[in-house]
Every structure is written in structure tokens, then in C-alpha cells.
């Protein structure tokens, strides 16, 4: 289809930019950045740039307010990726994006192209991708739209990372009623590099050569960047055009050659990009800008897979499998024919020049000429309006629930969808590919062995939306907390954190307050715990026919493991050895599963994170297990104590046997701050020594059976009907 | 012992060959690309999983056309070791190294997962390393593991005590619960379980070494063969 092109007078009059998503202000706006009317091309480029998933218009003044750096930090947010030392000479490279809407819309090939993107990623910087994870949010699974979303979803994610090779490790699959029609998938891409070998995104040097590589450019995705920065309504159900499609056999191509790049030829590379949201236009446009150069194209020379695409549909095609290298003048002969051996098209298509515009030619002519900075830097920045919603300013009391049969609750909670093992799931993903997994899917966190060191890299994803709701800030700060948990259960010390902030329309005032207070969160958590944000993106508008999502940011979080011996899995190891809850329980039953489960919603006030001691129990307990005392840890999350006693006893079908001199109803109660452990019978006199009180001895692991002594209630139960429950609960509600 | 291992474009289990024979197990191992059109020199040729070729079409249909792949046919002709693993499995029947096929799971879907494995016959080159009956734990991890083939093909492999592995628990729907099995003559062997992620404790389990070891093994023979 040929598309005949506006003239700018007609853009004014007809304002077609209006679609794409751009204001009248910012039209204006563009229109005095060029001090002239912005020719259909140029303002087809501002709407790619201009939407909050390029210019993070709306969150920008959020993001800053991030704590990004600590002596570790080699490279913080702004390019393809962070890059945090690891030692012996290594770092390690994460990032994590959404793709919530391509795959509300085609969720097998939104989740693909999700895992595509984020690997780019991560090897534009240099490193070898050695694990993906996935952090999944749906409707109820009896929703019908959900059983096909869930198993697209998870087939899109198996179908690329089982190809391309690199293992999925882990992840979580959450599920509320509030992401029924708005599911999240947030893909987490791991790698590592030799430190010495990071690779920018930049395009420096009058003369240098910009060489486009992989797939060629088609129609697919054409502005699904703006796409992306809008909402859903029930009257535009789908716009399939603005998804891409995934092909994880040119990626590999892609992936070993760039790497190849890095590793052999890093003398005449000036940048490597990746070509993600917004295509060809932000790829370049943001190497020019990191480097202060200007830049010119001859879009004749991209290599496309229609005829007759205009320069508008080149610049802001989606087509997966693509980079951009900067290389230096002279050589593009040698890298063109690196390329060229993994059979992948590589070609000269433009330069670097003086002077700071970006300048595109097409068919001869020059259908944009516009400064670099008004794509960029000039992109407007709103600060938006802040109010607090109707039910935080006045919440309600507190929820105090009964619990007359604890075991039929216990029963009740290990077959909600949020806490059923969800293996059945996991298995379509190849975890293992690279072998270097240590833990796979299911246990607090991922473990990945580092070839070539005697370190291993804990990994995990955490979201919370039910806590967010009741509480942004407090709710941030946990889901930060819980991510530390969970690594320092499986002994490693938390390194830092990338996210994917899922949220609403942020033009609602009550919706940015949710930004802005989980934020705070946020950072005061990742400062107290020293894990600053090193890379992360942004997905608003989140809503469907003006009802947004719970405020849900996901937090994928790594840590490091120094000692291959202290790795730790949640698994109870042995019977008789001594139980012990780390941290204090309390009655918190606002926001619970419990609640969840037994009124259908959430309500209520969160008591605040104490950060200080939630830093000196993760401190203790790391402490305990890299001395040996601990032989399975596992933190305390949704469902409380009694569900985590219960997931401990499944993975060996060894049981345990304690006493609490509290009600039974406590036993669900989800203070933060806690952790289970097993500690050998001879290691009991130092962990006690260690601990000085601050671990409460509960009890014994027991034979097959799950017994637990309250002031009100005796709970008892087979380990395998409880373990059997929880396995097959989901496959049936999925069925 | 000196293994070639075989790099289709989108394989993804070669490297993971290439650490388990050469830094696991000590033996002198080369990553061989596809377009390669001689094997001599090669006690053992390994063909690796992955998705050859993107695998879009039927897995293994397109890798069998590759340069390669003449050179293996000749190497095998000539009673050199071949082990096909996984996507290696599907490339060794589409190329008529093995009888039968491999269709889709019977879930129709992809599986990731320790399986448990019964030995069923430790006298190839193979398997020395193990004992009949014995029970092993390997990882599986494929879409099209479902092993077919017509009902006499089936009665001469058992016959010939071609069967090397067999699943405990038939995860994919295989005939005869077929894990892995040898061509007549013993010196080929396709399995789609891989003993490769099974060579150190630190992941999980060490039962995969018995394989290197029996081909370490029958190697040492054939060099000294070579040598007198």
C-alpha cells in the first residue's frame, strides 16, 4: 500500500498526528523546535519519540528521583542495560521491559518479541545472555480469556528462549481480577561480561560508518511505541498491525555475531544499538544524541522486505532482529563481512556527520532535517498533577479474620492461583540450555553458575500489586524488600534491581500519585538495602475502558554468590533438624491472600517497612547460611508462615513438627520481614549464638507429616495431599 | 579420545558438548561448523541440540542437506562413533542414520524436565559405563521427542537389542518408551534425553558421565586400532 504523504500545511489543518498520539501543544511545540511545519516524515519521528515509552515524558520526573549508583555500578539506566561488578574481573548485565500490550493484543508473539527485545538488549552491551526471566500478571484463570492468554503467553516466551538458547530460569505468574483485560509480561534478560569490554550506544566520529544488520525492515509494528502509550477501550479492541513477530533463529545469528563484534573487532566498533521501540528512528537518533554528532541516512540502502514503504513506515517499522553499529571508517569491509558469514544482511547506511541534525534522504530527496536534540532532549517533560485516591484517604479498619479450621484455610491457600506450584508451567521452558543452572524455576530465586569464576548470580522478579494498592509507597518499599528476601533465602547478597513500572493513564492525578508515592517506596528501599536501580522501563496507560491495573512495580533483582557451597534452596534437606523463624510475626492481615481469599478484595492501611530491620534480618540470615549453619531458607510471602512451612516440606516430602504459642489465624498473618530456616542439630549452638534471640525456634522436620501445635488448633496433615493439592490446583482452574 | 562437535546454525547445545568432553570429562574436543566437508581424523562425532536452522519446517529436515553432513555419512559408514543428542536425534533420522522419527509431543507441547531412564542395554559402545536395568536420571527438553516407527521396524530393534535407553515414566508418547537407540550396527546412537546436562553435581546429577566414560572407552580401542 503506497501512501500518498500530507504536506505540512495539510498536517496543520488535519492534524493526523492526532492519532499517533501527539498534542496540538506538542505539534506546536515540534513545529517551533524546527522553526517551520514538520513535514509528514519529521512528525511521524516525533510521535515515535515523543511517547511516553521513548521520552518518559510523563515519568521522567519519577525516574530522576531513582537511586542509581553505588561503587559497584559500572553503568547505570540510559542505555541498553546496566552493568554492575561482579569480581574476577566480570560484570553483570540486566535489564527488564514490559510488553503488556502487544500481548493483550497477540500474546503468543508479544511474549516472544518481549524475550527478543530485552536479549538485544543485553547483548548490545556486549554480554552473553545467560538467563531470561519472566514476570507474568493475569485475570482470574476461570476467565476463558486468560486459559488462551496464559498458554500463549507462556508458549511466545518458551517458543523464543527455548530456540535461542538461553535458559528461563525463573519469574512469577501473579493473578487479580484488575489484570483481566490488562495482563503484564515483563521479560528480565541476565548476561555476562568480561568488564573491560562494555559496549555504548553511541555514534561518534565525522565519517564514521552506520552499518544496519540482521533482519530487514518490514511493515510489522509500524509506531508500536506509541501504540504501547495508549490505552485499550472495548471499541478498539486490537491494532494488529502495531505487533511485531518474533523469528529466534535470526536473533541467535545476531546475537553470536554481534558478540563476535565485541569480542574481536572491539578496536573499530564505536557503538552497537539495539532496534527496539520506536525502530530505526530511536536506534540512531539516540546513538547521535549520547555522542553529540549529527548523522545522515540514505533510506534506500535499508534493507526492507515490501516494496514501496515510505520513509515514515522504514523509520518507525518494529520489525524484530535488527541493530545498528557505528563503525569506524576504513573497516566496515571487516565487520560487513562477519556478518556476512552467519548469513545475516549487514550494510552501510549511512554516517556520522558534523554539526548536530539528523538528516534522512529518500529516493534522492531529504524528507527530514531536523536537530538530533528535538527528538531527544527537546521531548517535553510534564510534571504532572499528584492526588491522593478516595480509598487511601480514608481506608478501611483493619480486617480481622476468623479462621475456625486453619487446615481447611491452609487448603484453601495452597490451591489459589497466586500460591499454586505452577511447575507444569515452567517445564515448557527450557531452564537448563548453557548448563549452568543451578536452580531452576520454583524456589525463591534462580541460581546461575559463572563459568570461568567460582561465583554464581542469584536472580529474581517480585510484584506485589494487592500491597501497591492499599499503599504505594509502603507497598514499593516491600516488593523491594521481598525481592532481597528471596535472593538472600538462596545466599546471596542483593546487587541492585531493574523494573518495569506497570501502571495507569498517569494524565489522572490519582494515578500519578500512585507513580510518584510507589517510587519513594522504592527508592528508600533500594538505598537501606544497597540495591540501586540500574536500568528499567516504563508502561503506563495500563487501563481498559478507564479502570487501570493495581500500581504494580516489578522488581527483578540480582545477587551474588561468592562461595558455590553456601547456594541454598527452600527445600526441607533432612528430618529432625531444628526449625526457625527469623523476624517477628505480628497480626498483618490488610492486603493479605487471606483477605484476597476470603472477601474477594483488599482494604485496609499497611503498617510501614521498617528498613532498618528488615536489613539486619537479610543480614543475619546470609550470615548464618554462608557459614554453614542453614541448610534451606525460605522467605515469608503471600499466604504467611504456615504456607511457607508447607512449600519447605514439598520439594523432599519431609515434613515438620512445630509449636507456636499464638492462634492458629497468625499463622496467615504476612508480616514482613521473615524468613524460615533449617538448622543440622549440630549447628544449633552457633546459629543461636549467631542469632542472639532474634530467631524463634519453632519446632523439628518431621516424617511426611505437616503438624503444627496453635494456642486454638491443631493443624495436621500428609505432606503429599497437601503437596498433591497444590500441584494440581492450577492445572485443573486452568483447564 | 577426539570428539568433533558438530555447529548447525542455531544449535544451542554445542558449547554445552564441547565444556562436558573437554573441561568435564578431559578429552581433546573441536567445534565443527556445518559447512565443513571433512570429519577423518575423529574418534567420535557429537551432532548437538538446538533448532537447526530455526528448525520452522520439521526439526532436523533442513540440517541434513548441510555440507556437512555427507562427511557423517561417511564417517559413520566407516564405523566411526556418532552420537546424535536431542535435535542431534531428530538430524541422525531425518538423515536415515536411524530408523523411525520424532513427531510432536503427545501433550503437544514443549517439556522441560529431570526424567528418569531405565539402561536397557549396556553392552554398546555407548552404555558399557552403566549395567542393564540400571536406573538413571536424565534432563529432557523438547518439543518433538514422540518416537515413531512402523511395528516390524520396531520388533528388529528390539530384536537387535537396539534400544539403549528407555523412559521409566513415557513423558512424550514414544513407541516402545524409546529414550535413545542405536543403528544396526552399533556405532550410531540417537537419544533425545541430554547426558551432557547431566555431568556435574553442582547441577543437579552426574548420571550423564556414564555415556562419555563407555565412549572414552570404546575409543581407546578403536585409536589403538588406528595406531597398530
Redesign the interface.
Known amino acids: 500500500m503506497l501512501q500518498t504523504e500530507m504536506s505540512p500545511e495539510t498536517i496543520r489543518t488535519v492534524k493526523p498526528y492526532l492519532a499517533w498520539g501527539l498534542t496540538e501543544a506538542e505539534y506546536d511545540r515540534y513545529a517551533a523546535l524546527l522553526g517551520r511545519l514538520p513535514t509528514y516524515t519529521e512528525i511521524g519521528l516525533a510521535s515515535g519519540m515523543w511517547s511516553e515509552h521513548c521520552a518518559y515524558k510523563f515519568s521522567k520526573p519519577v525516574l530522576k528521583t531513582f537511586w542509581t549508583k553505588n561503587d559497584r555500578v559500572l553503568m547505570g539506566p540510559g542505555e541498553g542495560a546496566g552493568v554492575i561488578d561482579i569480581g574476577e574481573g566480570k560484570a553483570v548485565v540486566f535489564k527488564a521491559e514490559s510488553h503488556n500490550h502487544p500481548s493483550a493484543v497477540e500474546p503468543y508473539e508479544g511474549a516472544a518479541t518481549g524475550v527478543g527485545g530485552i536479549i538485544r538488549d543485553i547483548f548490545s552491551i556486549g554480554a552473553k545472555p545467560i538467563a531470561v526471566l519472566d514476570s507474568l500478571a493475569f485475570g482470574s484463570p476461570q476467565d476463558p480469556r486468560t486459559k488462551q492468554l496464559i498458554d500463549q503467553v507462556v508458549a511466545g516466551i518458551g517458543g523464543y528462549g527455548n530456540a535461542i538458547g538461553i535458559p528461563t530460569v525463573g519469574g512469577e505468574i501473579k493473578f487479580a481480577a484488575s489484570y483481566a483485560k490488562n495482563p503484564l509480561v515483563n521479560a528480565m534478560c541476565v548476561g555476562v561480561m568480561d568488564k573491560a569490554k562494555i559496549q555504548k550506544g553511541k555514534a561518534a566520529g565525522v565519517g564514521n560508518a552506520l552499518i544496519y544488520v540482521g533482519a530487514k525492515t518490514g511493515r510489522d509494528g509500524i509506531n508500536g511505541a506509541s501504540f504501547a502509550s495508549a490505552e485499550f477501550s472495548d471499541e478498539a479492541e486490537a491494532d494488529r498491525s502495531a505487533v511485531q513477530v518474533g523469528d529466534p533463529f535470526m536473533e541467535k545469528l545476531l546475537m553470536d555475531a554481534c558478540l563476535e563484534v565485541t569480542r574481536a573487532h572491539q578496536d573499530v566498533l564505536v557503538g552497537m544499538q539495539d532496534m527496539g521501540a520506536a525502530g530505526l528512528v530511536s536506534s540512531t537518533v539516540e546513538m547521535a544524541d549520547k555522542s553529540a554528532s549529527g548523522m545522515v541516512m540514505d533510506l534506500d540502502l535499508i534493507p526492507q522486505r515490501e516494496p514501496n514503504m515510505t520513509p515514515f513506515e522504514i523509520m518507525l517499522s518494529e520489525s524484530q532482529e535488527r541493530m545498528m553499529l557505528c563503525v569506524q571508517a576504513g573497516s566496515e569491509a571487516e565487520i560487513i563481512a562477519l556478518f556476512k558469514r552467519y548469513d545475516l544482511d549487514a550494510v552501510v547506511c549511512g554516517h556520522v556527520e558534523a554539526g548536530h541534525r539528523y538528516r534522512l534522504l529518500h529516493h534522492g530527496e531529504v524528507v527530514c532535517d531536523v536537530p538530533v536534540s528535538a527528538l531527544t532532549s527537546d521531548a517535553p517533560v510534564y510534571h504532572q498533577a499528584s492526588a491522593r485516591p478516595a480509598r487511601l484517604a480514608h481506608p478501611a479498619p483493619d480486617f480481622a479474620p476468623r479462621v475456625p479450621n486453619a487446615l481447611a484455610t491452609l487448603k484453601q491457600l495452597l490451591t489459589d492461583p497466586n500460591v499454586a506450584d505452577k511447575a507444569f508451567l515452567y517445564q515448557r521452558y527450557d531452564a537448563q540450555v548453557q548448563t549452568n543452572t543451578v536452580v531452576g524455576p520454583g524456589s525463591d530465586a534462580a541460581v546461575v553458575r559463572v563459568r570461568g569464576t567460582h561465583r554464581a548470580l542469584a536472580m529474581t522478579t517480585d510484584s506485589n500489586g494487592r500491597y501497591l494498592y492499599l499503599d504505594p509507597e509502603v507497598g514499593g518499599a516491600i516488593t523491594v524488600a521481598e525481592a532481597a528476601r528471596n535472593l538472600v533465602a538462596s545466599g546471596a547478597e542483593p546487587l541492585g534491581i531493574t523494573d518495569c513500572l506497570n501502571y495507569g493513564d498517569p494524565t489522572k492525578p490519582e494515578i500519578f500519585y500512585e507513580l510518584a508515592e510507589s517510587a519513594k517506596g522504592i527508592t528508600a528501599a533500594t538505598r537501606v538495602l544497597n540495591t540501586p536501580v540500574i536500568s528499567g522501563n516504563v508502561s503506563l496507560y495500563n487501563e481498559t475502558n478507564g479502570v487501570a491495573i493495581y500500581p504494580t512495580p516489578m522488581i527483578g533483582m540480582v545477587g551474588l554468590i561468592e562461595d558455590l557451597t553456601t547456594i541454598t534452596t527452600q527445600a526441607f534437606k533432612a528430618t529432625g533438624e531444628a526449625i526457625y523463624v527469623v523476624g517477628a510475626t505480628g497480626d498483618d492481615y490488610n492486603g493479605s491472600l487471606l483477605q484476597q481469599v476470603q472477601t474477594g478484595t483488599v482494604s485496609g492501611s499497611l503498617r510501614p517497612l521498617d528498613l532498618e530491620a528488615e536489613k539486619a534480618t537479610q543480614a543475619l540470615v546470609l550470615q548464618a547460611i554462608r557459614r554453614h549453619l542453614v541448610t534451606a531458607a525460605h522467605d515469608v510471602a503471600d499466604g504467611g508462615l504456615l504456607v511457607a512451612l508447607a512449600e519447605m516440606s514439598f520439594g523432599h516430602g519431609i515434613g515438620a513438627q512445630v509449636s507456636v504459642d499464638w492462634p492458629a489465624v497468625r499463622l496467615f498473618s504476612e508480616t514482613q520481614g521473615r524468613f524460615v530456616v533449617t538448622v543440622p542439630a549440630a549447628a544449633q549452638a552457633a546459629f543461636e549464638a549467631l542469632t542472639e534471640g532474634r530467631a524463634q525456634r519453632l519446632g523439628e522436620t518431621a516424617d511426611a507429616m505437616l503438624t503444627v501445635y496453635a494456642q486454638d488448633q491443631v493443624i495436621q496433615a500428609p505432606v503429599q495431599a497437601l503437596k498433591a493439592l497444590n500441584e494440581e490446583a492450577l492445572q485443573c482452574q486452568l483447564k | 579420545m577426539k570428539a568433533a562437535v558438530l555447529s548447525f546454525?542455531?544449535s544451542?547445545?554445542d558449547?554445552?558438548l564441547l565444556?562436558?568432553v573437554e573441561t568435564v570429562c578431559g578429552q581433546a574436543a573441536t567445534m565443527v561448523p556445518a559447512d565443513h566437508t571433512d570429519l577423518t581424523g575423529y574418534d567420535l562425532v557429537l551432532v548437538p541440540?538446538?533448532?537447526s536452522?530455526?528448525?520452522?519446517l520439521r526439526s532436523g529436515a533442513i540440517a541434513k542437506f548441510a555440507p556437512v553432513m555427507t562427511a557423517l555419512q561417511t564417517f559413520a559408514a566407516a564405523g566411526g562413533y556418532v552420537l546424535g543428542i536431542c535435535n542431534g536425534f531428530q538430524i541422525l533420522t531425518e538423515a536415515g542414520l536411524l530408523p523411525g522419527a520424532l513427531q510432536w509431543n503427545r501433550s503437544l507441547?514443549?517439556?522441560?524436565?529431570p526424567e528418569p531412564l531405565i539402561v536397557a542395554n549396556a553392552n554398546t559402545a555407548f552404555s558399557t559405563a552403566y549395567t542393564s536395568g540400571q536406573r538413571i536420571v536424565l534432563?529432557i527438553?523438547h518439543?518433538e521427542g514422540n518416537y515413531y516407527a512402523d511395528p516390524d521396524t520396531l520388533a528388529t530393534l528390539e530384536a537387535n537389542g537396539q534400544v539403549v535407553f528407555r523412559y521409566a515414566h513415557n513423558p512424550n508418547g514414544s513407541a516402545n518408551d524409546i529414550a535413545g537407540l542405536t543403528n544396526a550396527q552399533g556405532n550410531v546412537l540417537g537419544m533425545m534425553p541430554?547426558p551432557?546436562?547431566a555431568?556435574?553435581a553442582?547441577?543437579?546429577g552426574t548420571d550423564g558421565l556414564g555415556v562419555f566414560r563407555s565412549l572414552i572407552e570404546a575409543t581407546k580401542g578403536a585409536s589403538d586400532r588406528v595406531a597398530n
Open positions: 546454525p542455531g544451542n547445545c558449547e554445552d565444556w562436558a541440540g538446538g533448532f536452522y530455526g528448525d520452522y507441547q514443549f517439556i522441560c524436565e534432563p527438553a518439543g541430554h551432557e546436562r555431568v556435574e553442582l547441577l543437579g
